[in-house]
């Protein structure tokens, strides 16, 4: 009697820590392409791809929230920014954590950067810093850096 106990009890601690660790695994994946609209202008998109149970946030939130998104271009002689980043129409809600009301995306969301093109076969270098949670979990913030060739027309 007391081998099954142990046994069940074995198996259900196992399974628990399995169904656990798949949850905390679902990372934000990205893939950033440049779109051409002449020989002169572009667009950085940047696509995000968020797990079933996971919200990423997103850009404006207080900067009085731990809560960080943000995107980095290097300079390079070969473009120049225009504008800022562009994103769609967030969702909001209060979170208990830090107690303030936050604006964040599920499913999939794409940002956008407009620029100039000044130079022929320069690289666009970038990072872009996100934080998601789920209901139960936050992942501290994390990077994901981005190189997007421009070769010419």
Sequence with gaps: MNKLAILLITGLMIFCGYSKGQNSAGLVTWECILKRKSPDEGEISMKAKIPQGWRMYALGNSPKSPIKMNFTFQPDKSYELVGKVGQPTPRTKFEKVPGIPVTYFENDVEFSQ???????????????????????ICIPPQEFGFALKILSL
């Design 114 to 136: 407009r620029i100039n093109i000044k130079g022929k076969n320069g690289t666009i270098r970038g990072t872009i810093e996100f934080m998601q949670c789920s209901d139960e």
